[in-house]
Protein backbone atom coordinates (compact mmCIF):
# COMPACT_ATOMS: atom_id res chain seq x y z
CA UNK A 1 0.00 0.00 0.00
CA UNK A 2 1.54 3.15 -0.76
CA UNK A 3 0.65 6.59 1.21
CA UNK A 4 1.93 9.90 1.91
CA UNK A 5 2.88 10.95 5.41
CA UNK A 6 4.46 13.94 6.96
CA UNK A 7 7.59 13.70 9.22
CA UNK A 8 6.88 14.96 12.79
CA UNK A 9 10.36 17.34 13.53
CA UNK A 10 10.50 15.21 16.78
CA UNK A 11 10.39 11.57 15.29
CA UNK A 12 13.36 9.77 13.63
CA UNK A 13 10.67 7.59 11.31
CA UNK A 14 11.52 8.24 7.98
CA UNK A 15 8.20 9.44 6.13
CA UNK A 16 8.97 13.02 5.24
CA UNK A 17 7.27 14.70 2.06
CA UNK A 18 7.14 17.43 0.43
CA UNK A 19 4.01 19.24 -0.36
CA UNK A 20 2.49 17.54 -3.86
CA UNK A 21 4.87 15.35 -4.29
CA UNK A 22 4.28 11.36 -3.45
CA UNK A 23 5.70 9.16 -1.35
CA UNK A 24 5.71 5.31 -0.59
CA UNK A 25 6.53 3.74 2.43
CA UNK A 26 9.57 1.55 2.56
CA UNK A 27 7.40 -2.35 3.51
CA UNK A 28 9.48 -2.60 6.58
CA UNK A 29 8.65 0.96 8.17
CA UNK A 30 5.20 0.73 9.34
CA UNK A 31 2.02 2.81 10.58
CA UNK A 32 2.16 3.56 13.91
CA UNK A 33 -1.26 0.76 14.69
CA UNK A 34 0.82 -2.12 13.00
CA UNK A 35 4.35 -1.73 14.14
CA UNK A 36 6.01 -3.45 16.56
CA UNK A 37 6.96 -2.18 20.69
CA UNK A 38 9.41 0.23 20.34
CA UNK A 39 12.71 -2.29 21.29
CA UNK A 40 11.25 -4.97 19.51
CA UNK A 41 12.67 -6.58 16.22
CA UNK A 42 11.80 -4.53 13.61
CA UNK A 43 10.06 -1.79 15.06
CA UNK A 44 11.14 1.99 14.54
CA UNK A 45 12.05 4.16 17.25
CA UNK A 46 9.06 6.20 17.32
CA UNK A 47 6.25 5.17 14.84
CA UNK A 48 4.48 8.18 13.97
CA UNK A 49 0.58 8.21 12.49
CA UNK A 50 0.02 8.16 9.14
CA UNK A 51 -1.78 11.19 7.79
CA UNK A 52 -3.78 12.37 4.95
CA UNK A 53 -2.88 11.57 1.25
CA UNK A 54 -1.42 14.24 -0.48
CA UNK A 55 -3.35 14.56 -4.44
CA UNK A 56 -0.66 13.04 -7.62
CA UNK A 57 -1.19 13.07 -11.54
CA UNK A 58 -0.22 9.83 -11.46
CA UNK A 59 -3.45 6.75 -10.77
CA UNK A 60 -2.88 4.89 -7.88
CA UNK A 61 -2.27 1.30 -9.60
CA UNK A 62 0.24 2.77 -11.58
CA UNK A 63 1.42 4.49 -8.52
CA UNK A 64 1.63 0.83 -6.49
CA UNK A 65 2.88 -0.86 -9.93
CA UNK A 66 5.92 1.56 -9.75
CA UNK A 67 6.52 1.41 -5.81
CA UNK A 68 6.85 -2.47 -6.28
CA UNK A 69 9.58 -1.69 -9.09
CA UNK A 70 11.37 1.13 -7.34
CA UNK A 71 11.88 -1.59 -4.18
CA UNK A 72 12.33 -4.32 -6.69
CA UNK A 73 15.16 -2.28 -7.80
CA UNK A 74 16.28 -1.08 -5.04
CA UNK A 75 16.78 -4.53 -3.54
CA UNK A 76 18.96 -5.43 -6.35
CA UNK A 77 21.67 -3.32 -4.23
CA UNK A 78 23.63 -4.92 -1.72
CA UNK A 79 26.13 -3.31 0.99
CA UNK A 80 29.12 -5.22 -0.06
CA UNK A 81 30.04 -6.16 3.49
CA UNK A 82 26.36 -7.84 4.60
CA UNK A 83 24.63 -10.28 2.74
CA UNK A 84 21.51 -8.40 2.52
CA UNK A 85 20.18 -5.95 0.41
CA UNK A 86 20.29 -1.86 1.22
CA UNK A 87 16.59 -2.14 1.45
CA UNK A 88 15.59 -4.50 4.16
CA UNK A 89 18.57 -3.15 5.81
CA UNK A 90 16.59 0.07 6.91
CA UNK A 91 19.15 2.04 4.80
CA UNK A 92 16.73 3.51 2.53
CA UNK A 93 14.80 6.70 3.95
CA UNK A 94 12.82 8.60 1.61
CA UNK A 95 11.37 8.18 -1.47
CA UNK A 96 9.57 10.45 -3.42
CA UNK A 97 7.88 10.66 -6.30
CA UNK A 98 6.67 13.56 -8.22
CA UNK A 99 3.99 14.39 -11.02
CA UNK A 100 6.49 13.50 -13.32
CA UNK A 101 7.80 10.94 -12.07
CA UNK A 102 11.50 11.92 -11.28
CA UNK A 103 12.68 10.20 -7.91
CA UNK A 104 14.33 11.34 -5.31
CA UNK A 105 16.03 9.43 -2.63
CA UNK A 106 17.26 9.68 1.01
CA UNK A 107 19.57 7.13 2.16
CA UNK A 108 22.56 6.29 4.50
CA UNK A 109 24.87 3.62 5.09
CA UNK A 110 25.56 1.78 8.23
CA UNK A 111 28.42 3.27 9.23
CA UNK A 112 29.95 7.39 7.88
CA UNK A 113 33.07 5.17 7.48
CA UNK A 114 31.74 2.73 5.24
CA UNK A 115 34.43 1.96 2.26
CA UNK A 116 31.68 2.16 -0.54
CA UNK A 117 30.07 5.55 1.17
CA UNK A 118 31.65 7.43 -2.22
CA UNK A 119 30.14 4.81 -4.74
CA UNK A 120 26.90 3.30 -3.53
CA UNK A 121 24.51 6.13 -4.16
CA UNK A 122 25.79 6.01 -7.71
CA UNK A 123 24.87 2.15 -7.28
CA UNK A 124 21.53 3.56 -6.09
CA UNK A 125 21.04 5.94 -8.62
CA UNK A 126 21.82 3.30 -11.73
CA UNK A 127 19.00 0.74 -9.83
CA UNK A 128 16.43 2.92 -10.05
CA UNK A 129 16.98 4.95 -13.29
CA UNK A 130 16.81 1.24 -14.92
CA UNK A 131 12.82 1.27 -13.68
CA UNK A 132 10.85 1.81 -16.86
CA UNK A 133 9.08 4.93 -16.58
CA UNK A 134 11.06 6.55 -14.15
CA UNK A 135 12.33 10.39 -15.08
CA UNK A 136 15.30 11.95 -13.08
CA UNK A 137 16.59 9.96 -9.96
CA UNK A 138 18.49 12.08 -7.61
CA UNK A 139 20.08 9.92 -4.22
CA UNK A 140 20.72 12.19 -1.71
CA UNK A 141 23.17 10.02 0.94
CA UNK A 142 22.02 11.45 4.70
CA UNK A 143 23.68 10.87 8.31
CA UNK A 144 20.46 12.24 10.09
CA UNK A 145 18.98 9.96 11.99
CA UNK A 146 22.42 7.65 12.12
CA UNK A 147 21.15 4.00 10.96
CA UNK A 148 21.36 1.65 13.70
CA UNK A 149 20.01 -2.04 13.87
CA UNK A 150 16.47 -1.33 14.74
CA UNK A 151 15.79 -0.11 11.33
CA UNK A 152 16.69 -3.51 9.91
CA UNK A 153 13.19 -5.60 8.70
CA UNK A 154 12.66 -8.78 9.96
CA UNK A 155 13.64 -10.87 6.25
CA UNK A 156 17.10 -9.10 7.46
CA UNK A 157 17.08 -9.81 10.62
CA UNK A 158 16.43 -13.60 9.40
CA UNK A 159 19.42 -13.52 6.88
CA UNK A 160 21.71 -12.48 9.34
CA UNK A 161 20.43 -15.04 12.26
CA UNK A 162 19.33 -12.03 14.50
CA UNK A 163 16.62 -13.21 15.84
Known amino acids: MIEKTQRSEDSDVPTEISPGVSQSIPDHI ?13 ASPEPSPFEEEVASSIPPDELERLH ?18 IYELGLIYK ?6 RNIGIEMTLTAPGC ?5 MPGWVQNAVASVP ?3 QVDVKLVFEPPWDMSRM ?11
Open 115 to 119: PVAGE
Open 153 to 163: SDEARLALNMF
Open 30 to 42: QSAVEAADVGEPG
Open 68 to 85: GDLVGALKTVYDPEIPVD
Open 95 to 100: IDVDDD
Open 133 to 135: GVG
